[in-house]
C-alpha cells in the first residue's frame, strides 16, 4: 500500500511538466504555421500581381505579339505601339548609373568600414542612410533645378568639345536627357549600395585581414582579400540598387526628357518604361493603348525578375567557387 501511494506521489508532478511539454509543443507548431502562413502571402501577393498585368496586357499581347518589343513607333491616335525605345532607355539608364554608383559605393563603404575612425564612420554612415530615406521627388527636383542648368551650361559643353568625336557624347547641351537621369540615379542608388557593403564588410572575420598581414601583406593586399571574401555580398547589394535604378519613376521622369526617340548619345533626351507609364497611363483612352502601357508594365517587372534570378545565380557560383577551392585545398 505504502509502496503505491509513493509510486502515485512521484508520478504526480510529472504530469504538469508533460503537460507543460505538450503545450510548448503545440505553441511551436502554431507558430511555425503561422510564419508558414506568412511567407505565403507574400506569394500570393506575387501571383495577383502577375494575374492583373497579364490580364490587364492581354489585348496588346493578342493583338501586337512579339512587335511589341521591337517597334519603336508610338503613336496612340493610330494605336501603333512599340516598346523597344523605353526598354532601351531603361537599359541604359540603369547601366549609366551603375557604373557611376558601385566604385562610389564600394569605395566609400570600404572607407567606413575599413579605414574611417569610428566616430567618423558613424557619422557618415548616418548622413548616407539619411539620404536613402530622402523621397524621389526632391531628387527629381534637384536634378531638374539644379544639375540640369549646371549640365547645360559647363560640363556638356566640354563633353561635346573635347569628346565630341565619340557618338556617345555628340548633339547639343539640353541638360535634360539620359545623362542627367544616370547621374540622379546613381545618386539615388549610392547609399543603398554604400549600407548594405559596409554592414557585409564589418560581418567579415577579422582573421581574414590578419592572415593576410601575418603572411606580409600589405594593408591594401589585406583589403583586396577582405573585398574577395565580401564580393557575392557586395554583388548582392549592387542588383538591389540595380533592382531600384529599374524601377524608379518621378525623378527619371523629371530629368529624362520623356522622349521616344533611341539615340546613341548620353546627351539626348529619352524614356524609360517606369516614366511612359507614369506620363500617359491617365491619358490613356482606348483599351489597346491602356493595354499597350500595362504591357510595359509586365515587361519591366519580367526585366526586373530575369536580372535578380540571373545575380542570385551567379551568387551561387561564385559563392560554390570559393567552396571548392577551399575543399580542394
Known sequence: MSTALTAGAAASPMRPATARRRLSRLADQVHQRALGATALLVFLAVGLIVFEVVRGSAPALGTLGWRFLIGTEWDPVADHYGALPYLFGTLVSSALAMVMAVPLGVGTAVYLAELAPPRVGAVVAFVVELLASIPSIVYGIWGLFVLAPFLRSLVEPWLIAHLGFLPLFQGFPFGIGMLNAGIVLAVMVVPTIVSLAREILLAMPGSLREAALALGATRAEGLGVLLDAARPGILGAAILALGRALGETMAVTMVIG????????????????????????TEATGQLYLSALTEIALVLFALTV?????????VLWTTGGRRDVAGSA
Open 258 to 281: 520623356n522622349t521616344n526617340r533611341i539615340s546613341a548619345s548620353l546627351l539626348a533626351p529619352g524614356s524609360t518604361m517606369a516614366s511612359v507609364i507614369a506620363n500617359e497611363f
Open 306 to 314: 530575369v536580372i535578380n534570378a540571373l545575380a542570385r545565380l551567379l
